[in-house]
């Protein structure tokens, strides 16, 4: 029931966007066609100019409209914040090997570059993991975005 009620909300939306956009193209028309004299009524080709101008501004509102209503911008968006979240579940799919990865960093006496990262991660042979998930993992635990990870990171990311 709702989304039939929705579809009609969406609809008569649709259809006042349209009569809008035709609006100003009559509109203009009916300026252009009163009985006021303003020296362009002779003028060759003034009149579908005006005609191509207005019905071209009322085809840009009406598509800028409903490219809004569309949310192509929040709908690119949203994939690929969920193309984020795969990565991340296909990363932490195997915990094992990220933990011993973890413990293996936190013995190590200086800052990871995301290098030596990618080297700890897959010399704990993990099953499912990739070359854009390790970054993307990198780019997580890097709190300070200076491109490396350190203890700071670390104690930042359990706070």
């Known amino acids: 029931m709702d989304a039939y009620r929705n579809r009609m ?12 956009s035709i609006g100003f193209g009559t509109a203009v028309a009916g300026f252009f066609g009163m009985n006021v004299i303003n020296g362009l009524e002779e003028v060759e080709g003034v009149f579908a100019l005006v005609v191509l101008s207005s019905c071209l501004f009322g085809g840009g509102f009406m598509a800028a409209c409903f490219s809004y209503l569309e949310g192509t911008k929040t709908h690119t968006r949203t994939i690929q914040n969920l193309n984020q979240i795969e990565v991340l579940n296909r990363a932490l799919s195997d915990m094992p090997a990220l933990d011993h990865s973890f413990e293996l960093m936190l013995k190590e006496n200086g800052p990871l570059t995301k290098e ?5 991660i897959f010399a704990s042979e993990p099953d499912f993991i990739r070359d ?11 709190y300070s975005k200076n491109k490396v990870i350190d203890k700071d990171d670390f104690r930042r990311g359990f706070e």
Not at 10 to 15: E, H, I, K
Not at 116 to 120: G, L, Q, S, Y
Request: hydrophobic share 50%; no cysteine; glycine share 4%.
């Open 9 to 20: 909300i969406r609809m008569n939306l649709y259809l006042s966007v349209a009569g809008i």
């Open 132 to 142: 854009d998930e390790v970054d993307y993992l990198f780019d997580l635990l890097d």
């Open 116 to 120: 030596k990262f990618r080297e700890i």
